[in-house]
């Protein structure tokens, strides 16, 4: 068992940036993948990005590429998502995920082992 308690979210106009953190109750979630699914509204939870147990392992929606990138703290049980170039479409709540399996978060939201209660991203124009 493991509990996930995000952080970060917040208001911000196009073009600016936020950092999510996503910090684990106890070292479970150090030996699984993890990563990121977002939930805007009227659509279904979808897939952000997601890390490997080690961090050497990354890969990320199409529609985040080259502004999200990925990253882990295994001594702090915490991984984050920087979100840089932030437009309206990302307009979220963003869940912190881990997942079931040590390299590969999944990109379905039946991948995902622990979810964390979700932290909302607003983007205004």
């Known amino acids: 068992q493991v509990q996930l308690v995000e952080s970060g979210g917040g208001l911000v106009q196009a073009g600016g940036s936020l950092r999510l953190s996503c910090a684990a109750s106890n070292s479970f979630s150090s030996s699984y993948a993890m990563g990121w699914f977002r939930r805007s509204p009227g659509k279904e939870r979808e897939f952000v990005a997601g890390i490997s147990w080690s961090g050497s392992t990354k890969k990320y929606a199409d529609s985040v590429k080259g502004r999200f990138p990925i990253s882990r703290d295994n001594a702090k049980n915490t991984v984050y998502l920087q979100m840089n170039n932030l437009k309206p479409d990302d307009t979220a709540v963003y869940y912190c995920?881990?997942?079931?399996?040590?390299?590969?978060?999944?990109?379905?939201?039946?991948?995902?082992?622990?979810w964390g209660q979700g932290t909302q991203v607003t983007v205004t124009s």
């Open positions: 995920a881990v997942g079931r399996d040590p390299y590969d978060l999944g990109s379905r939201p039946d991948d995902v082992a622990y």
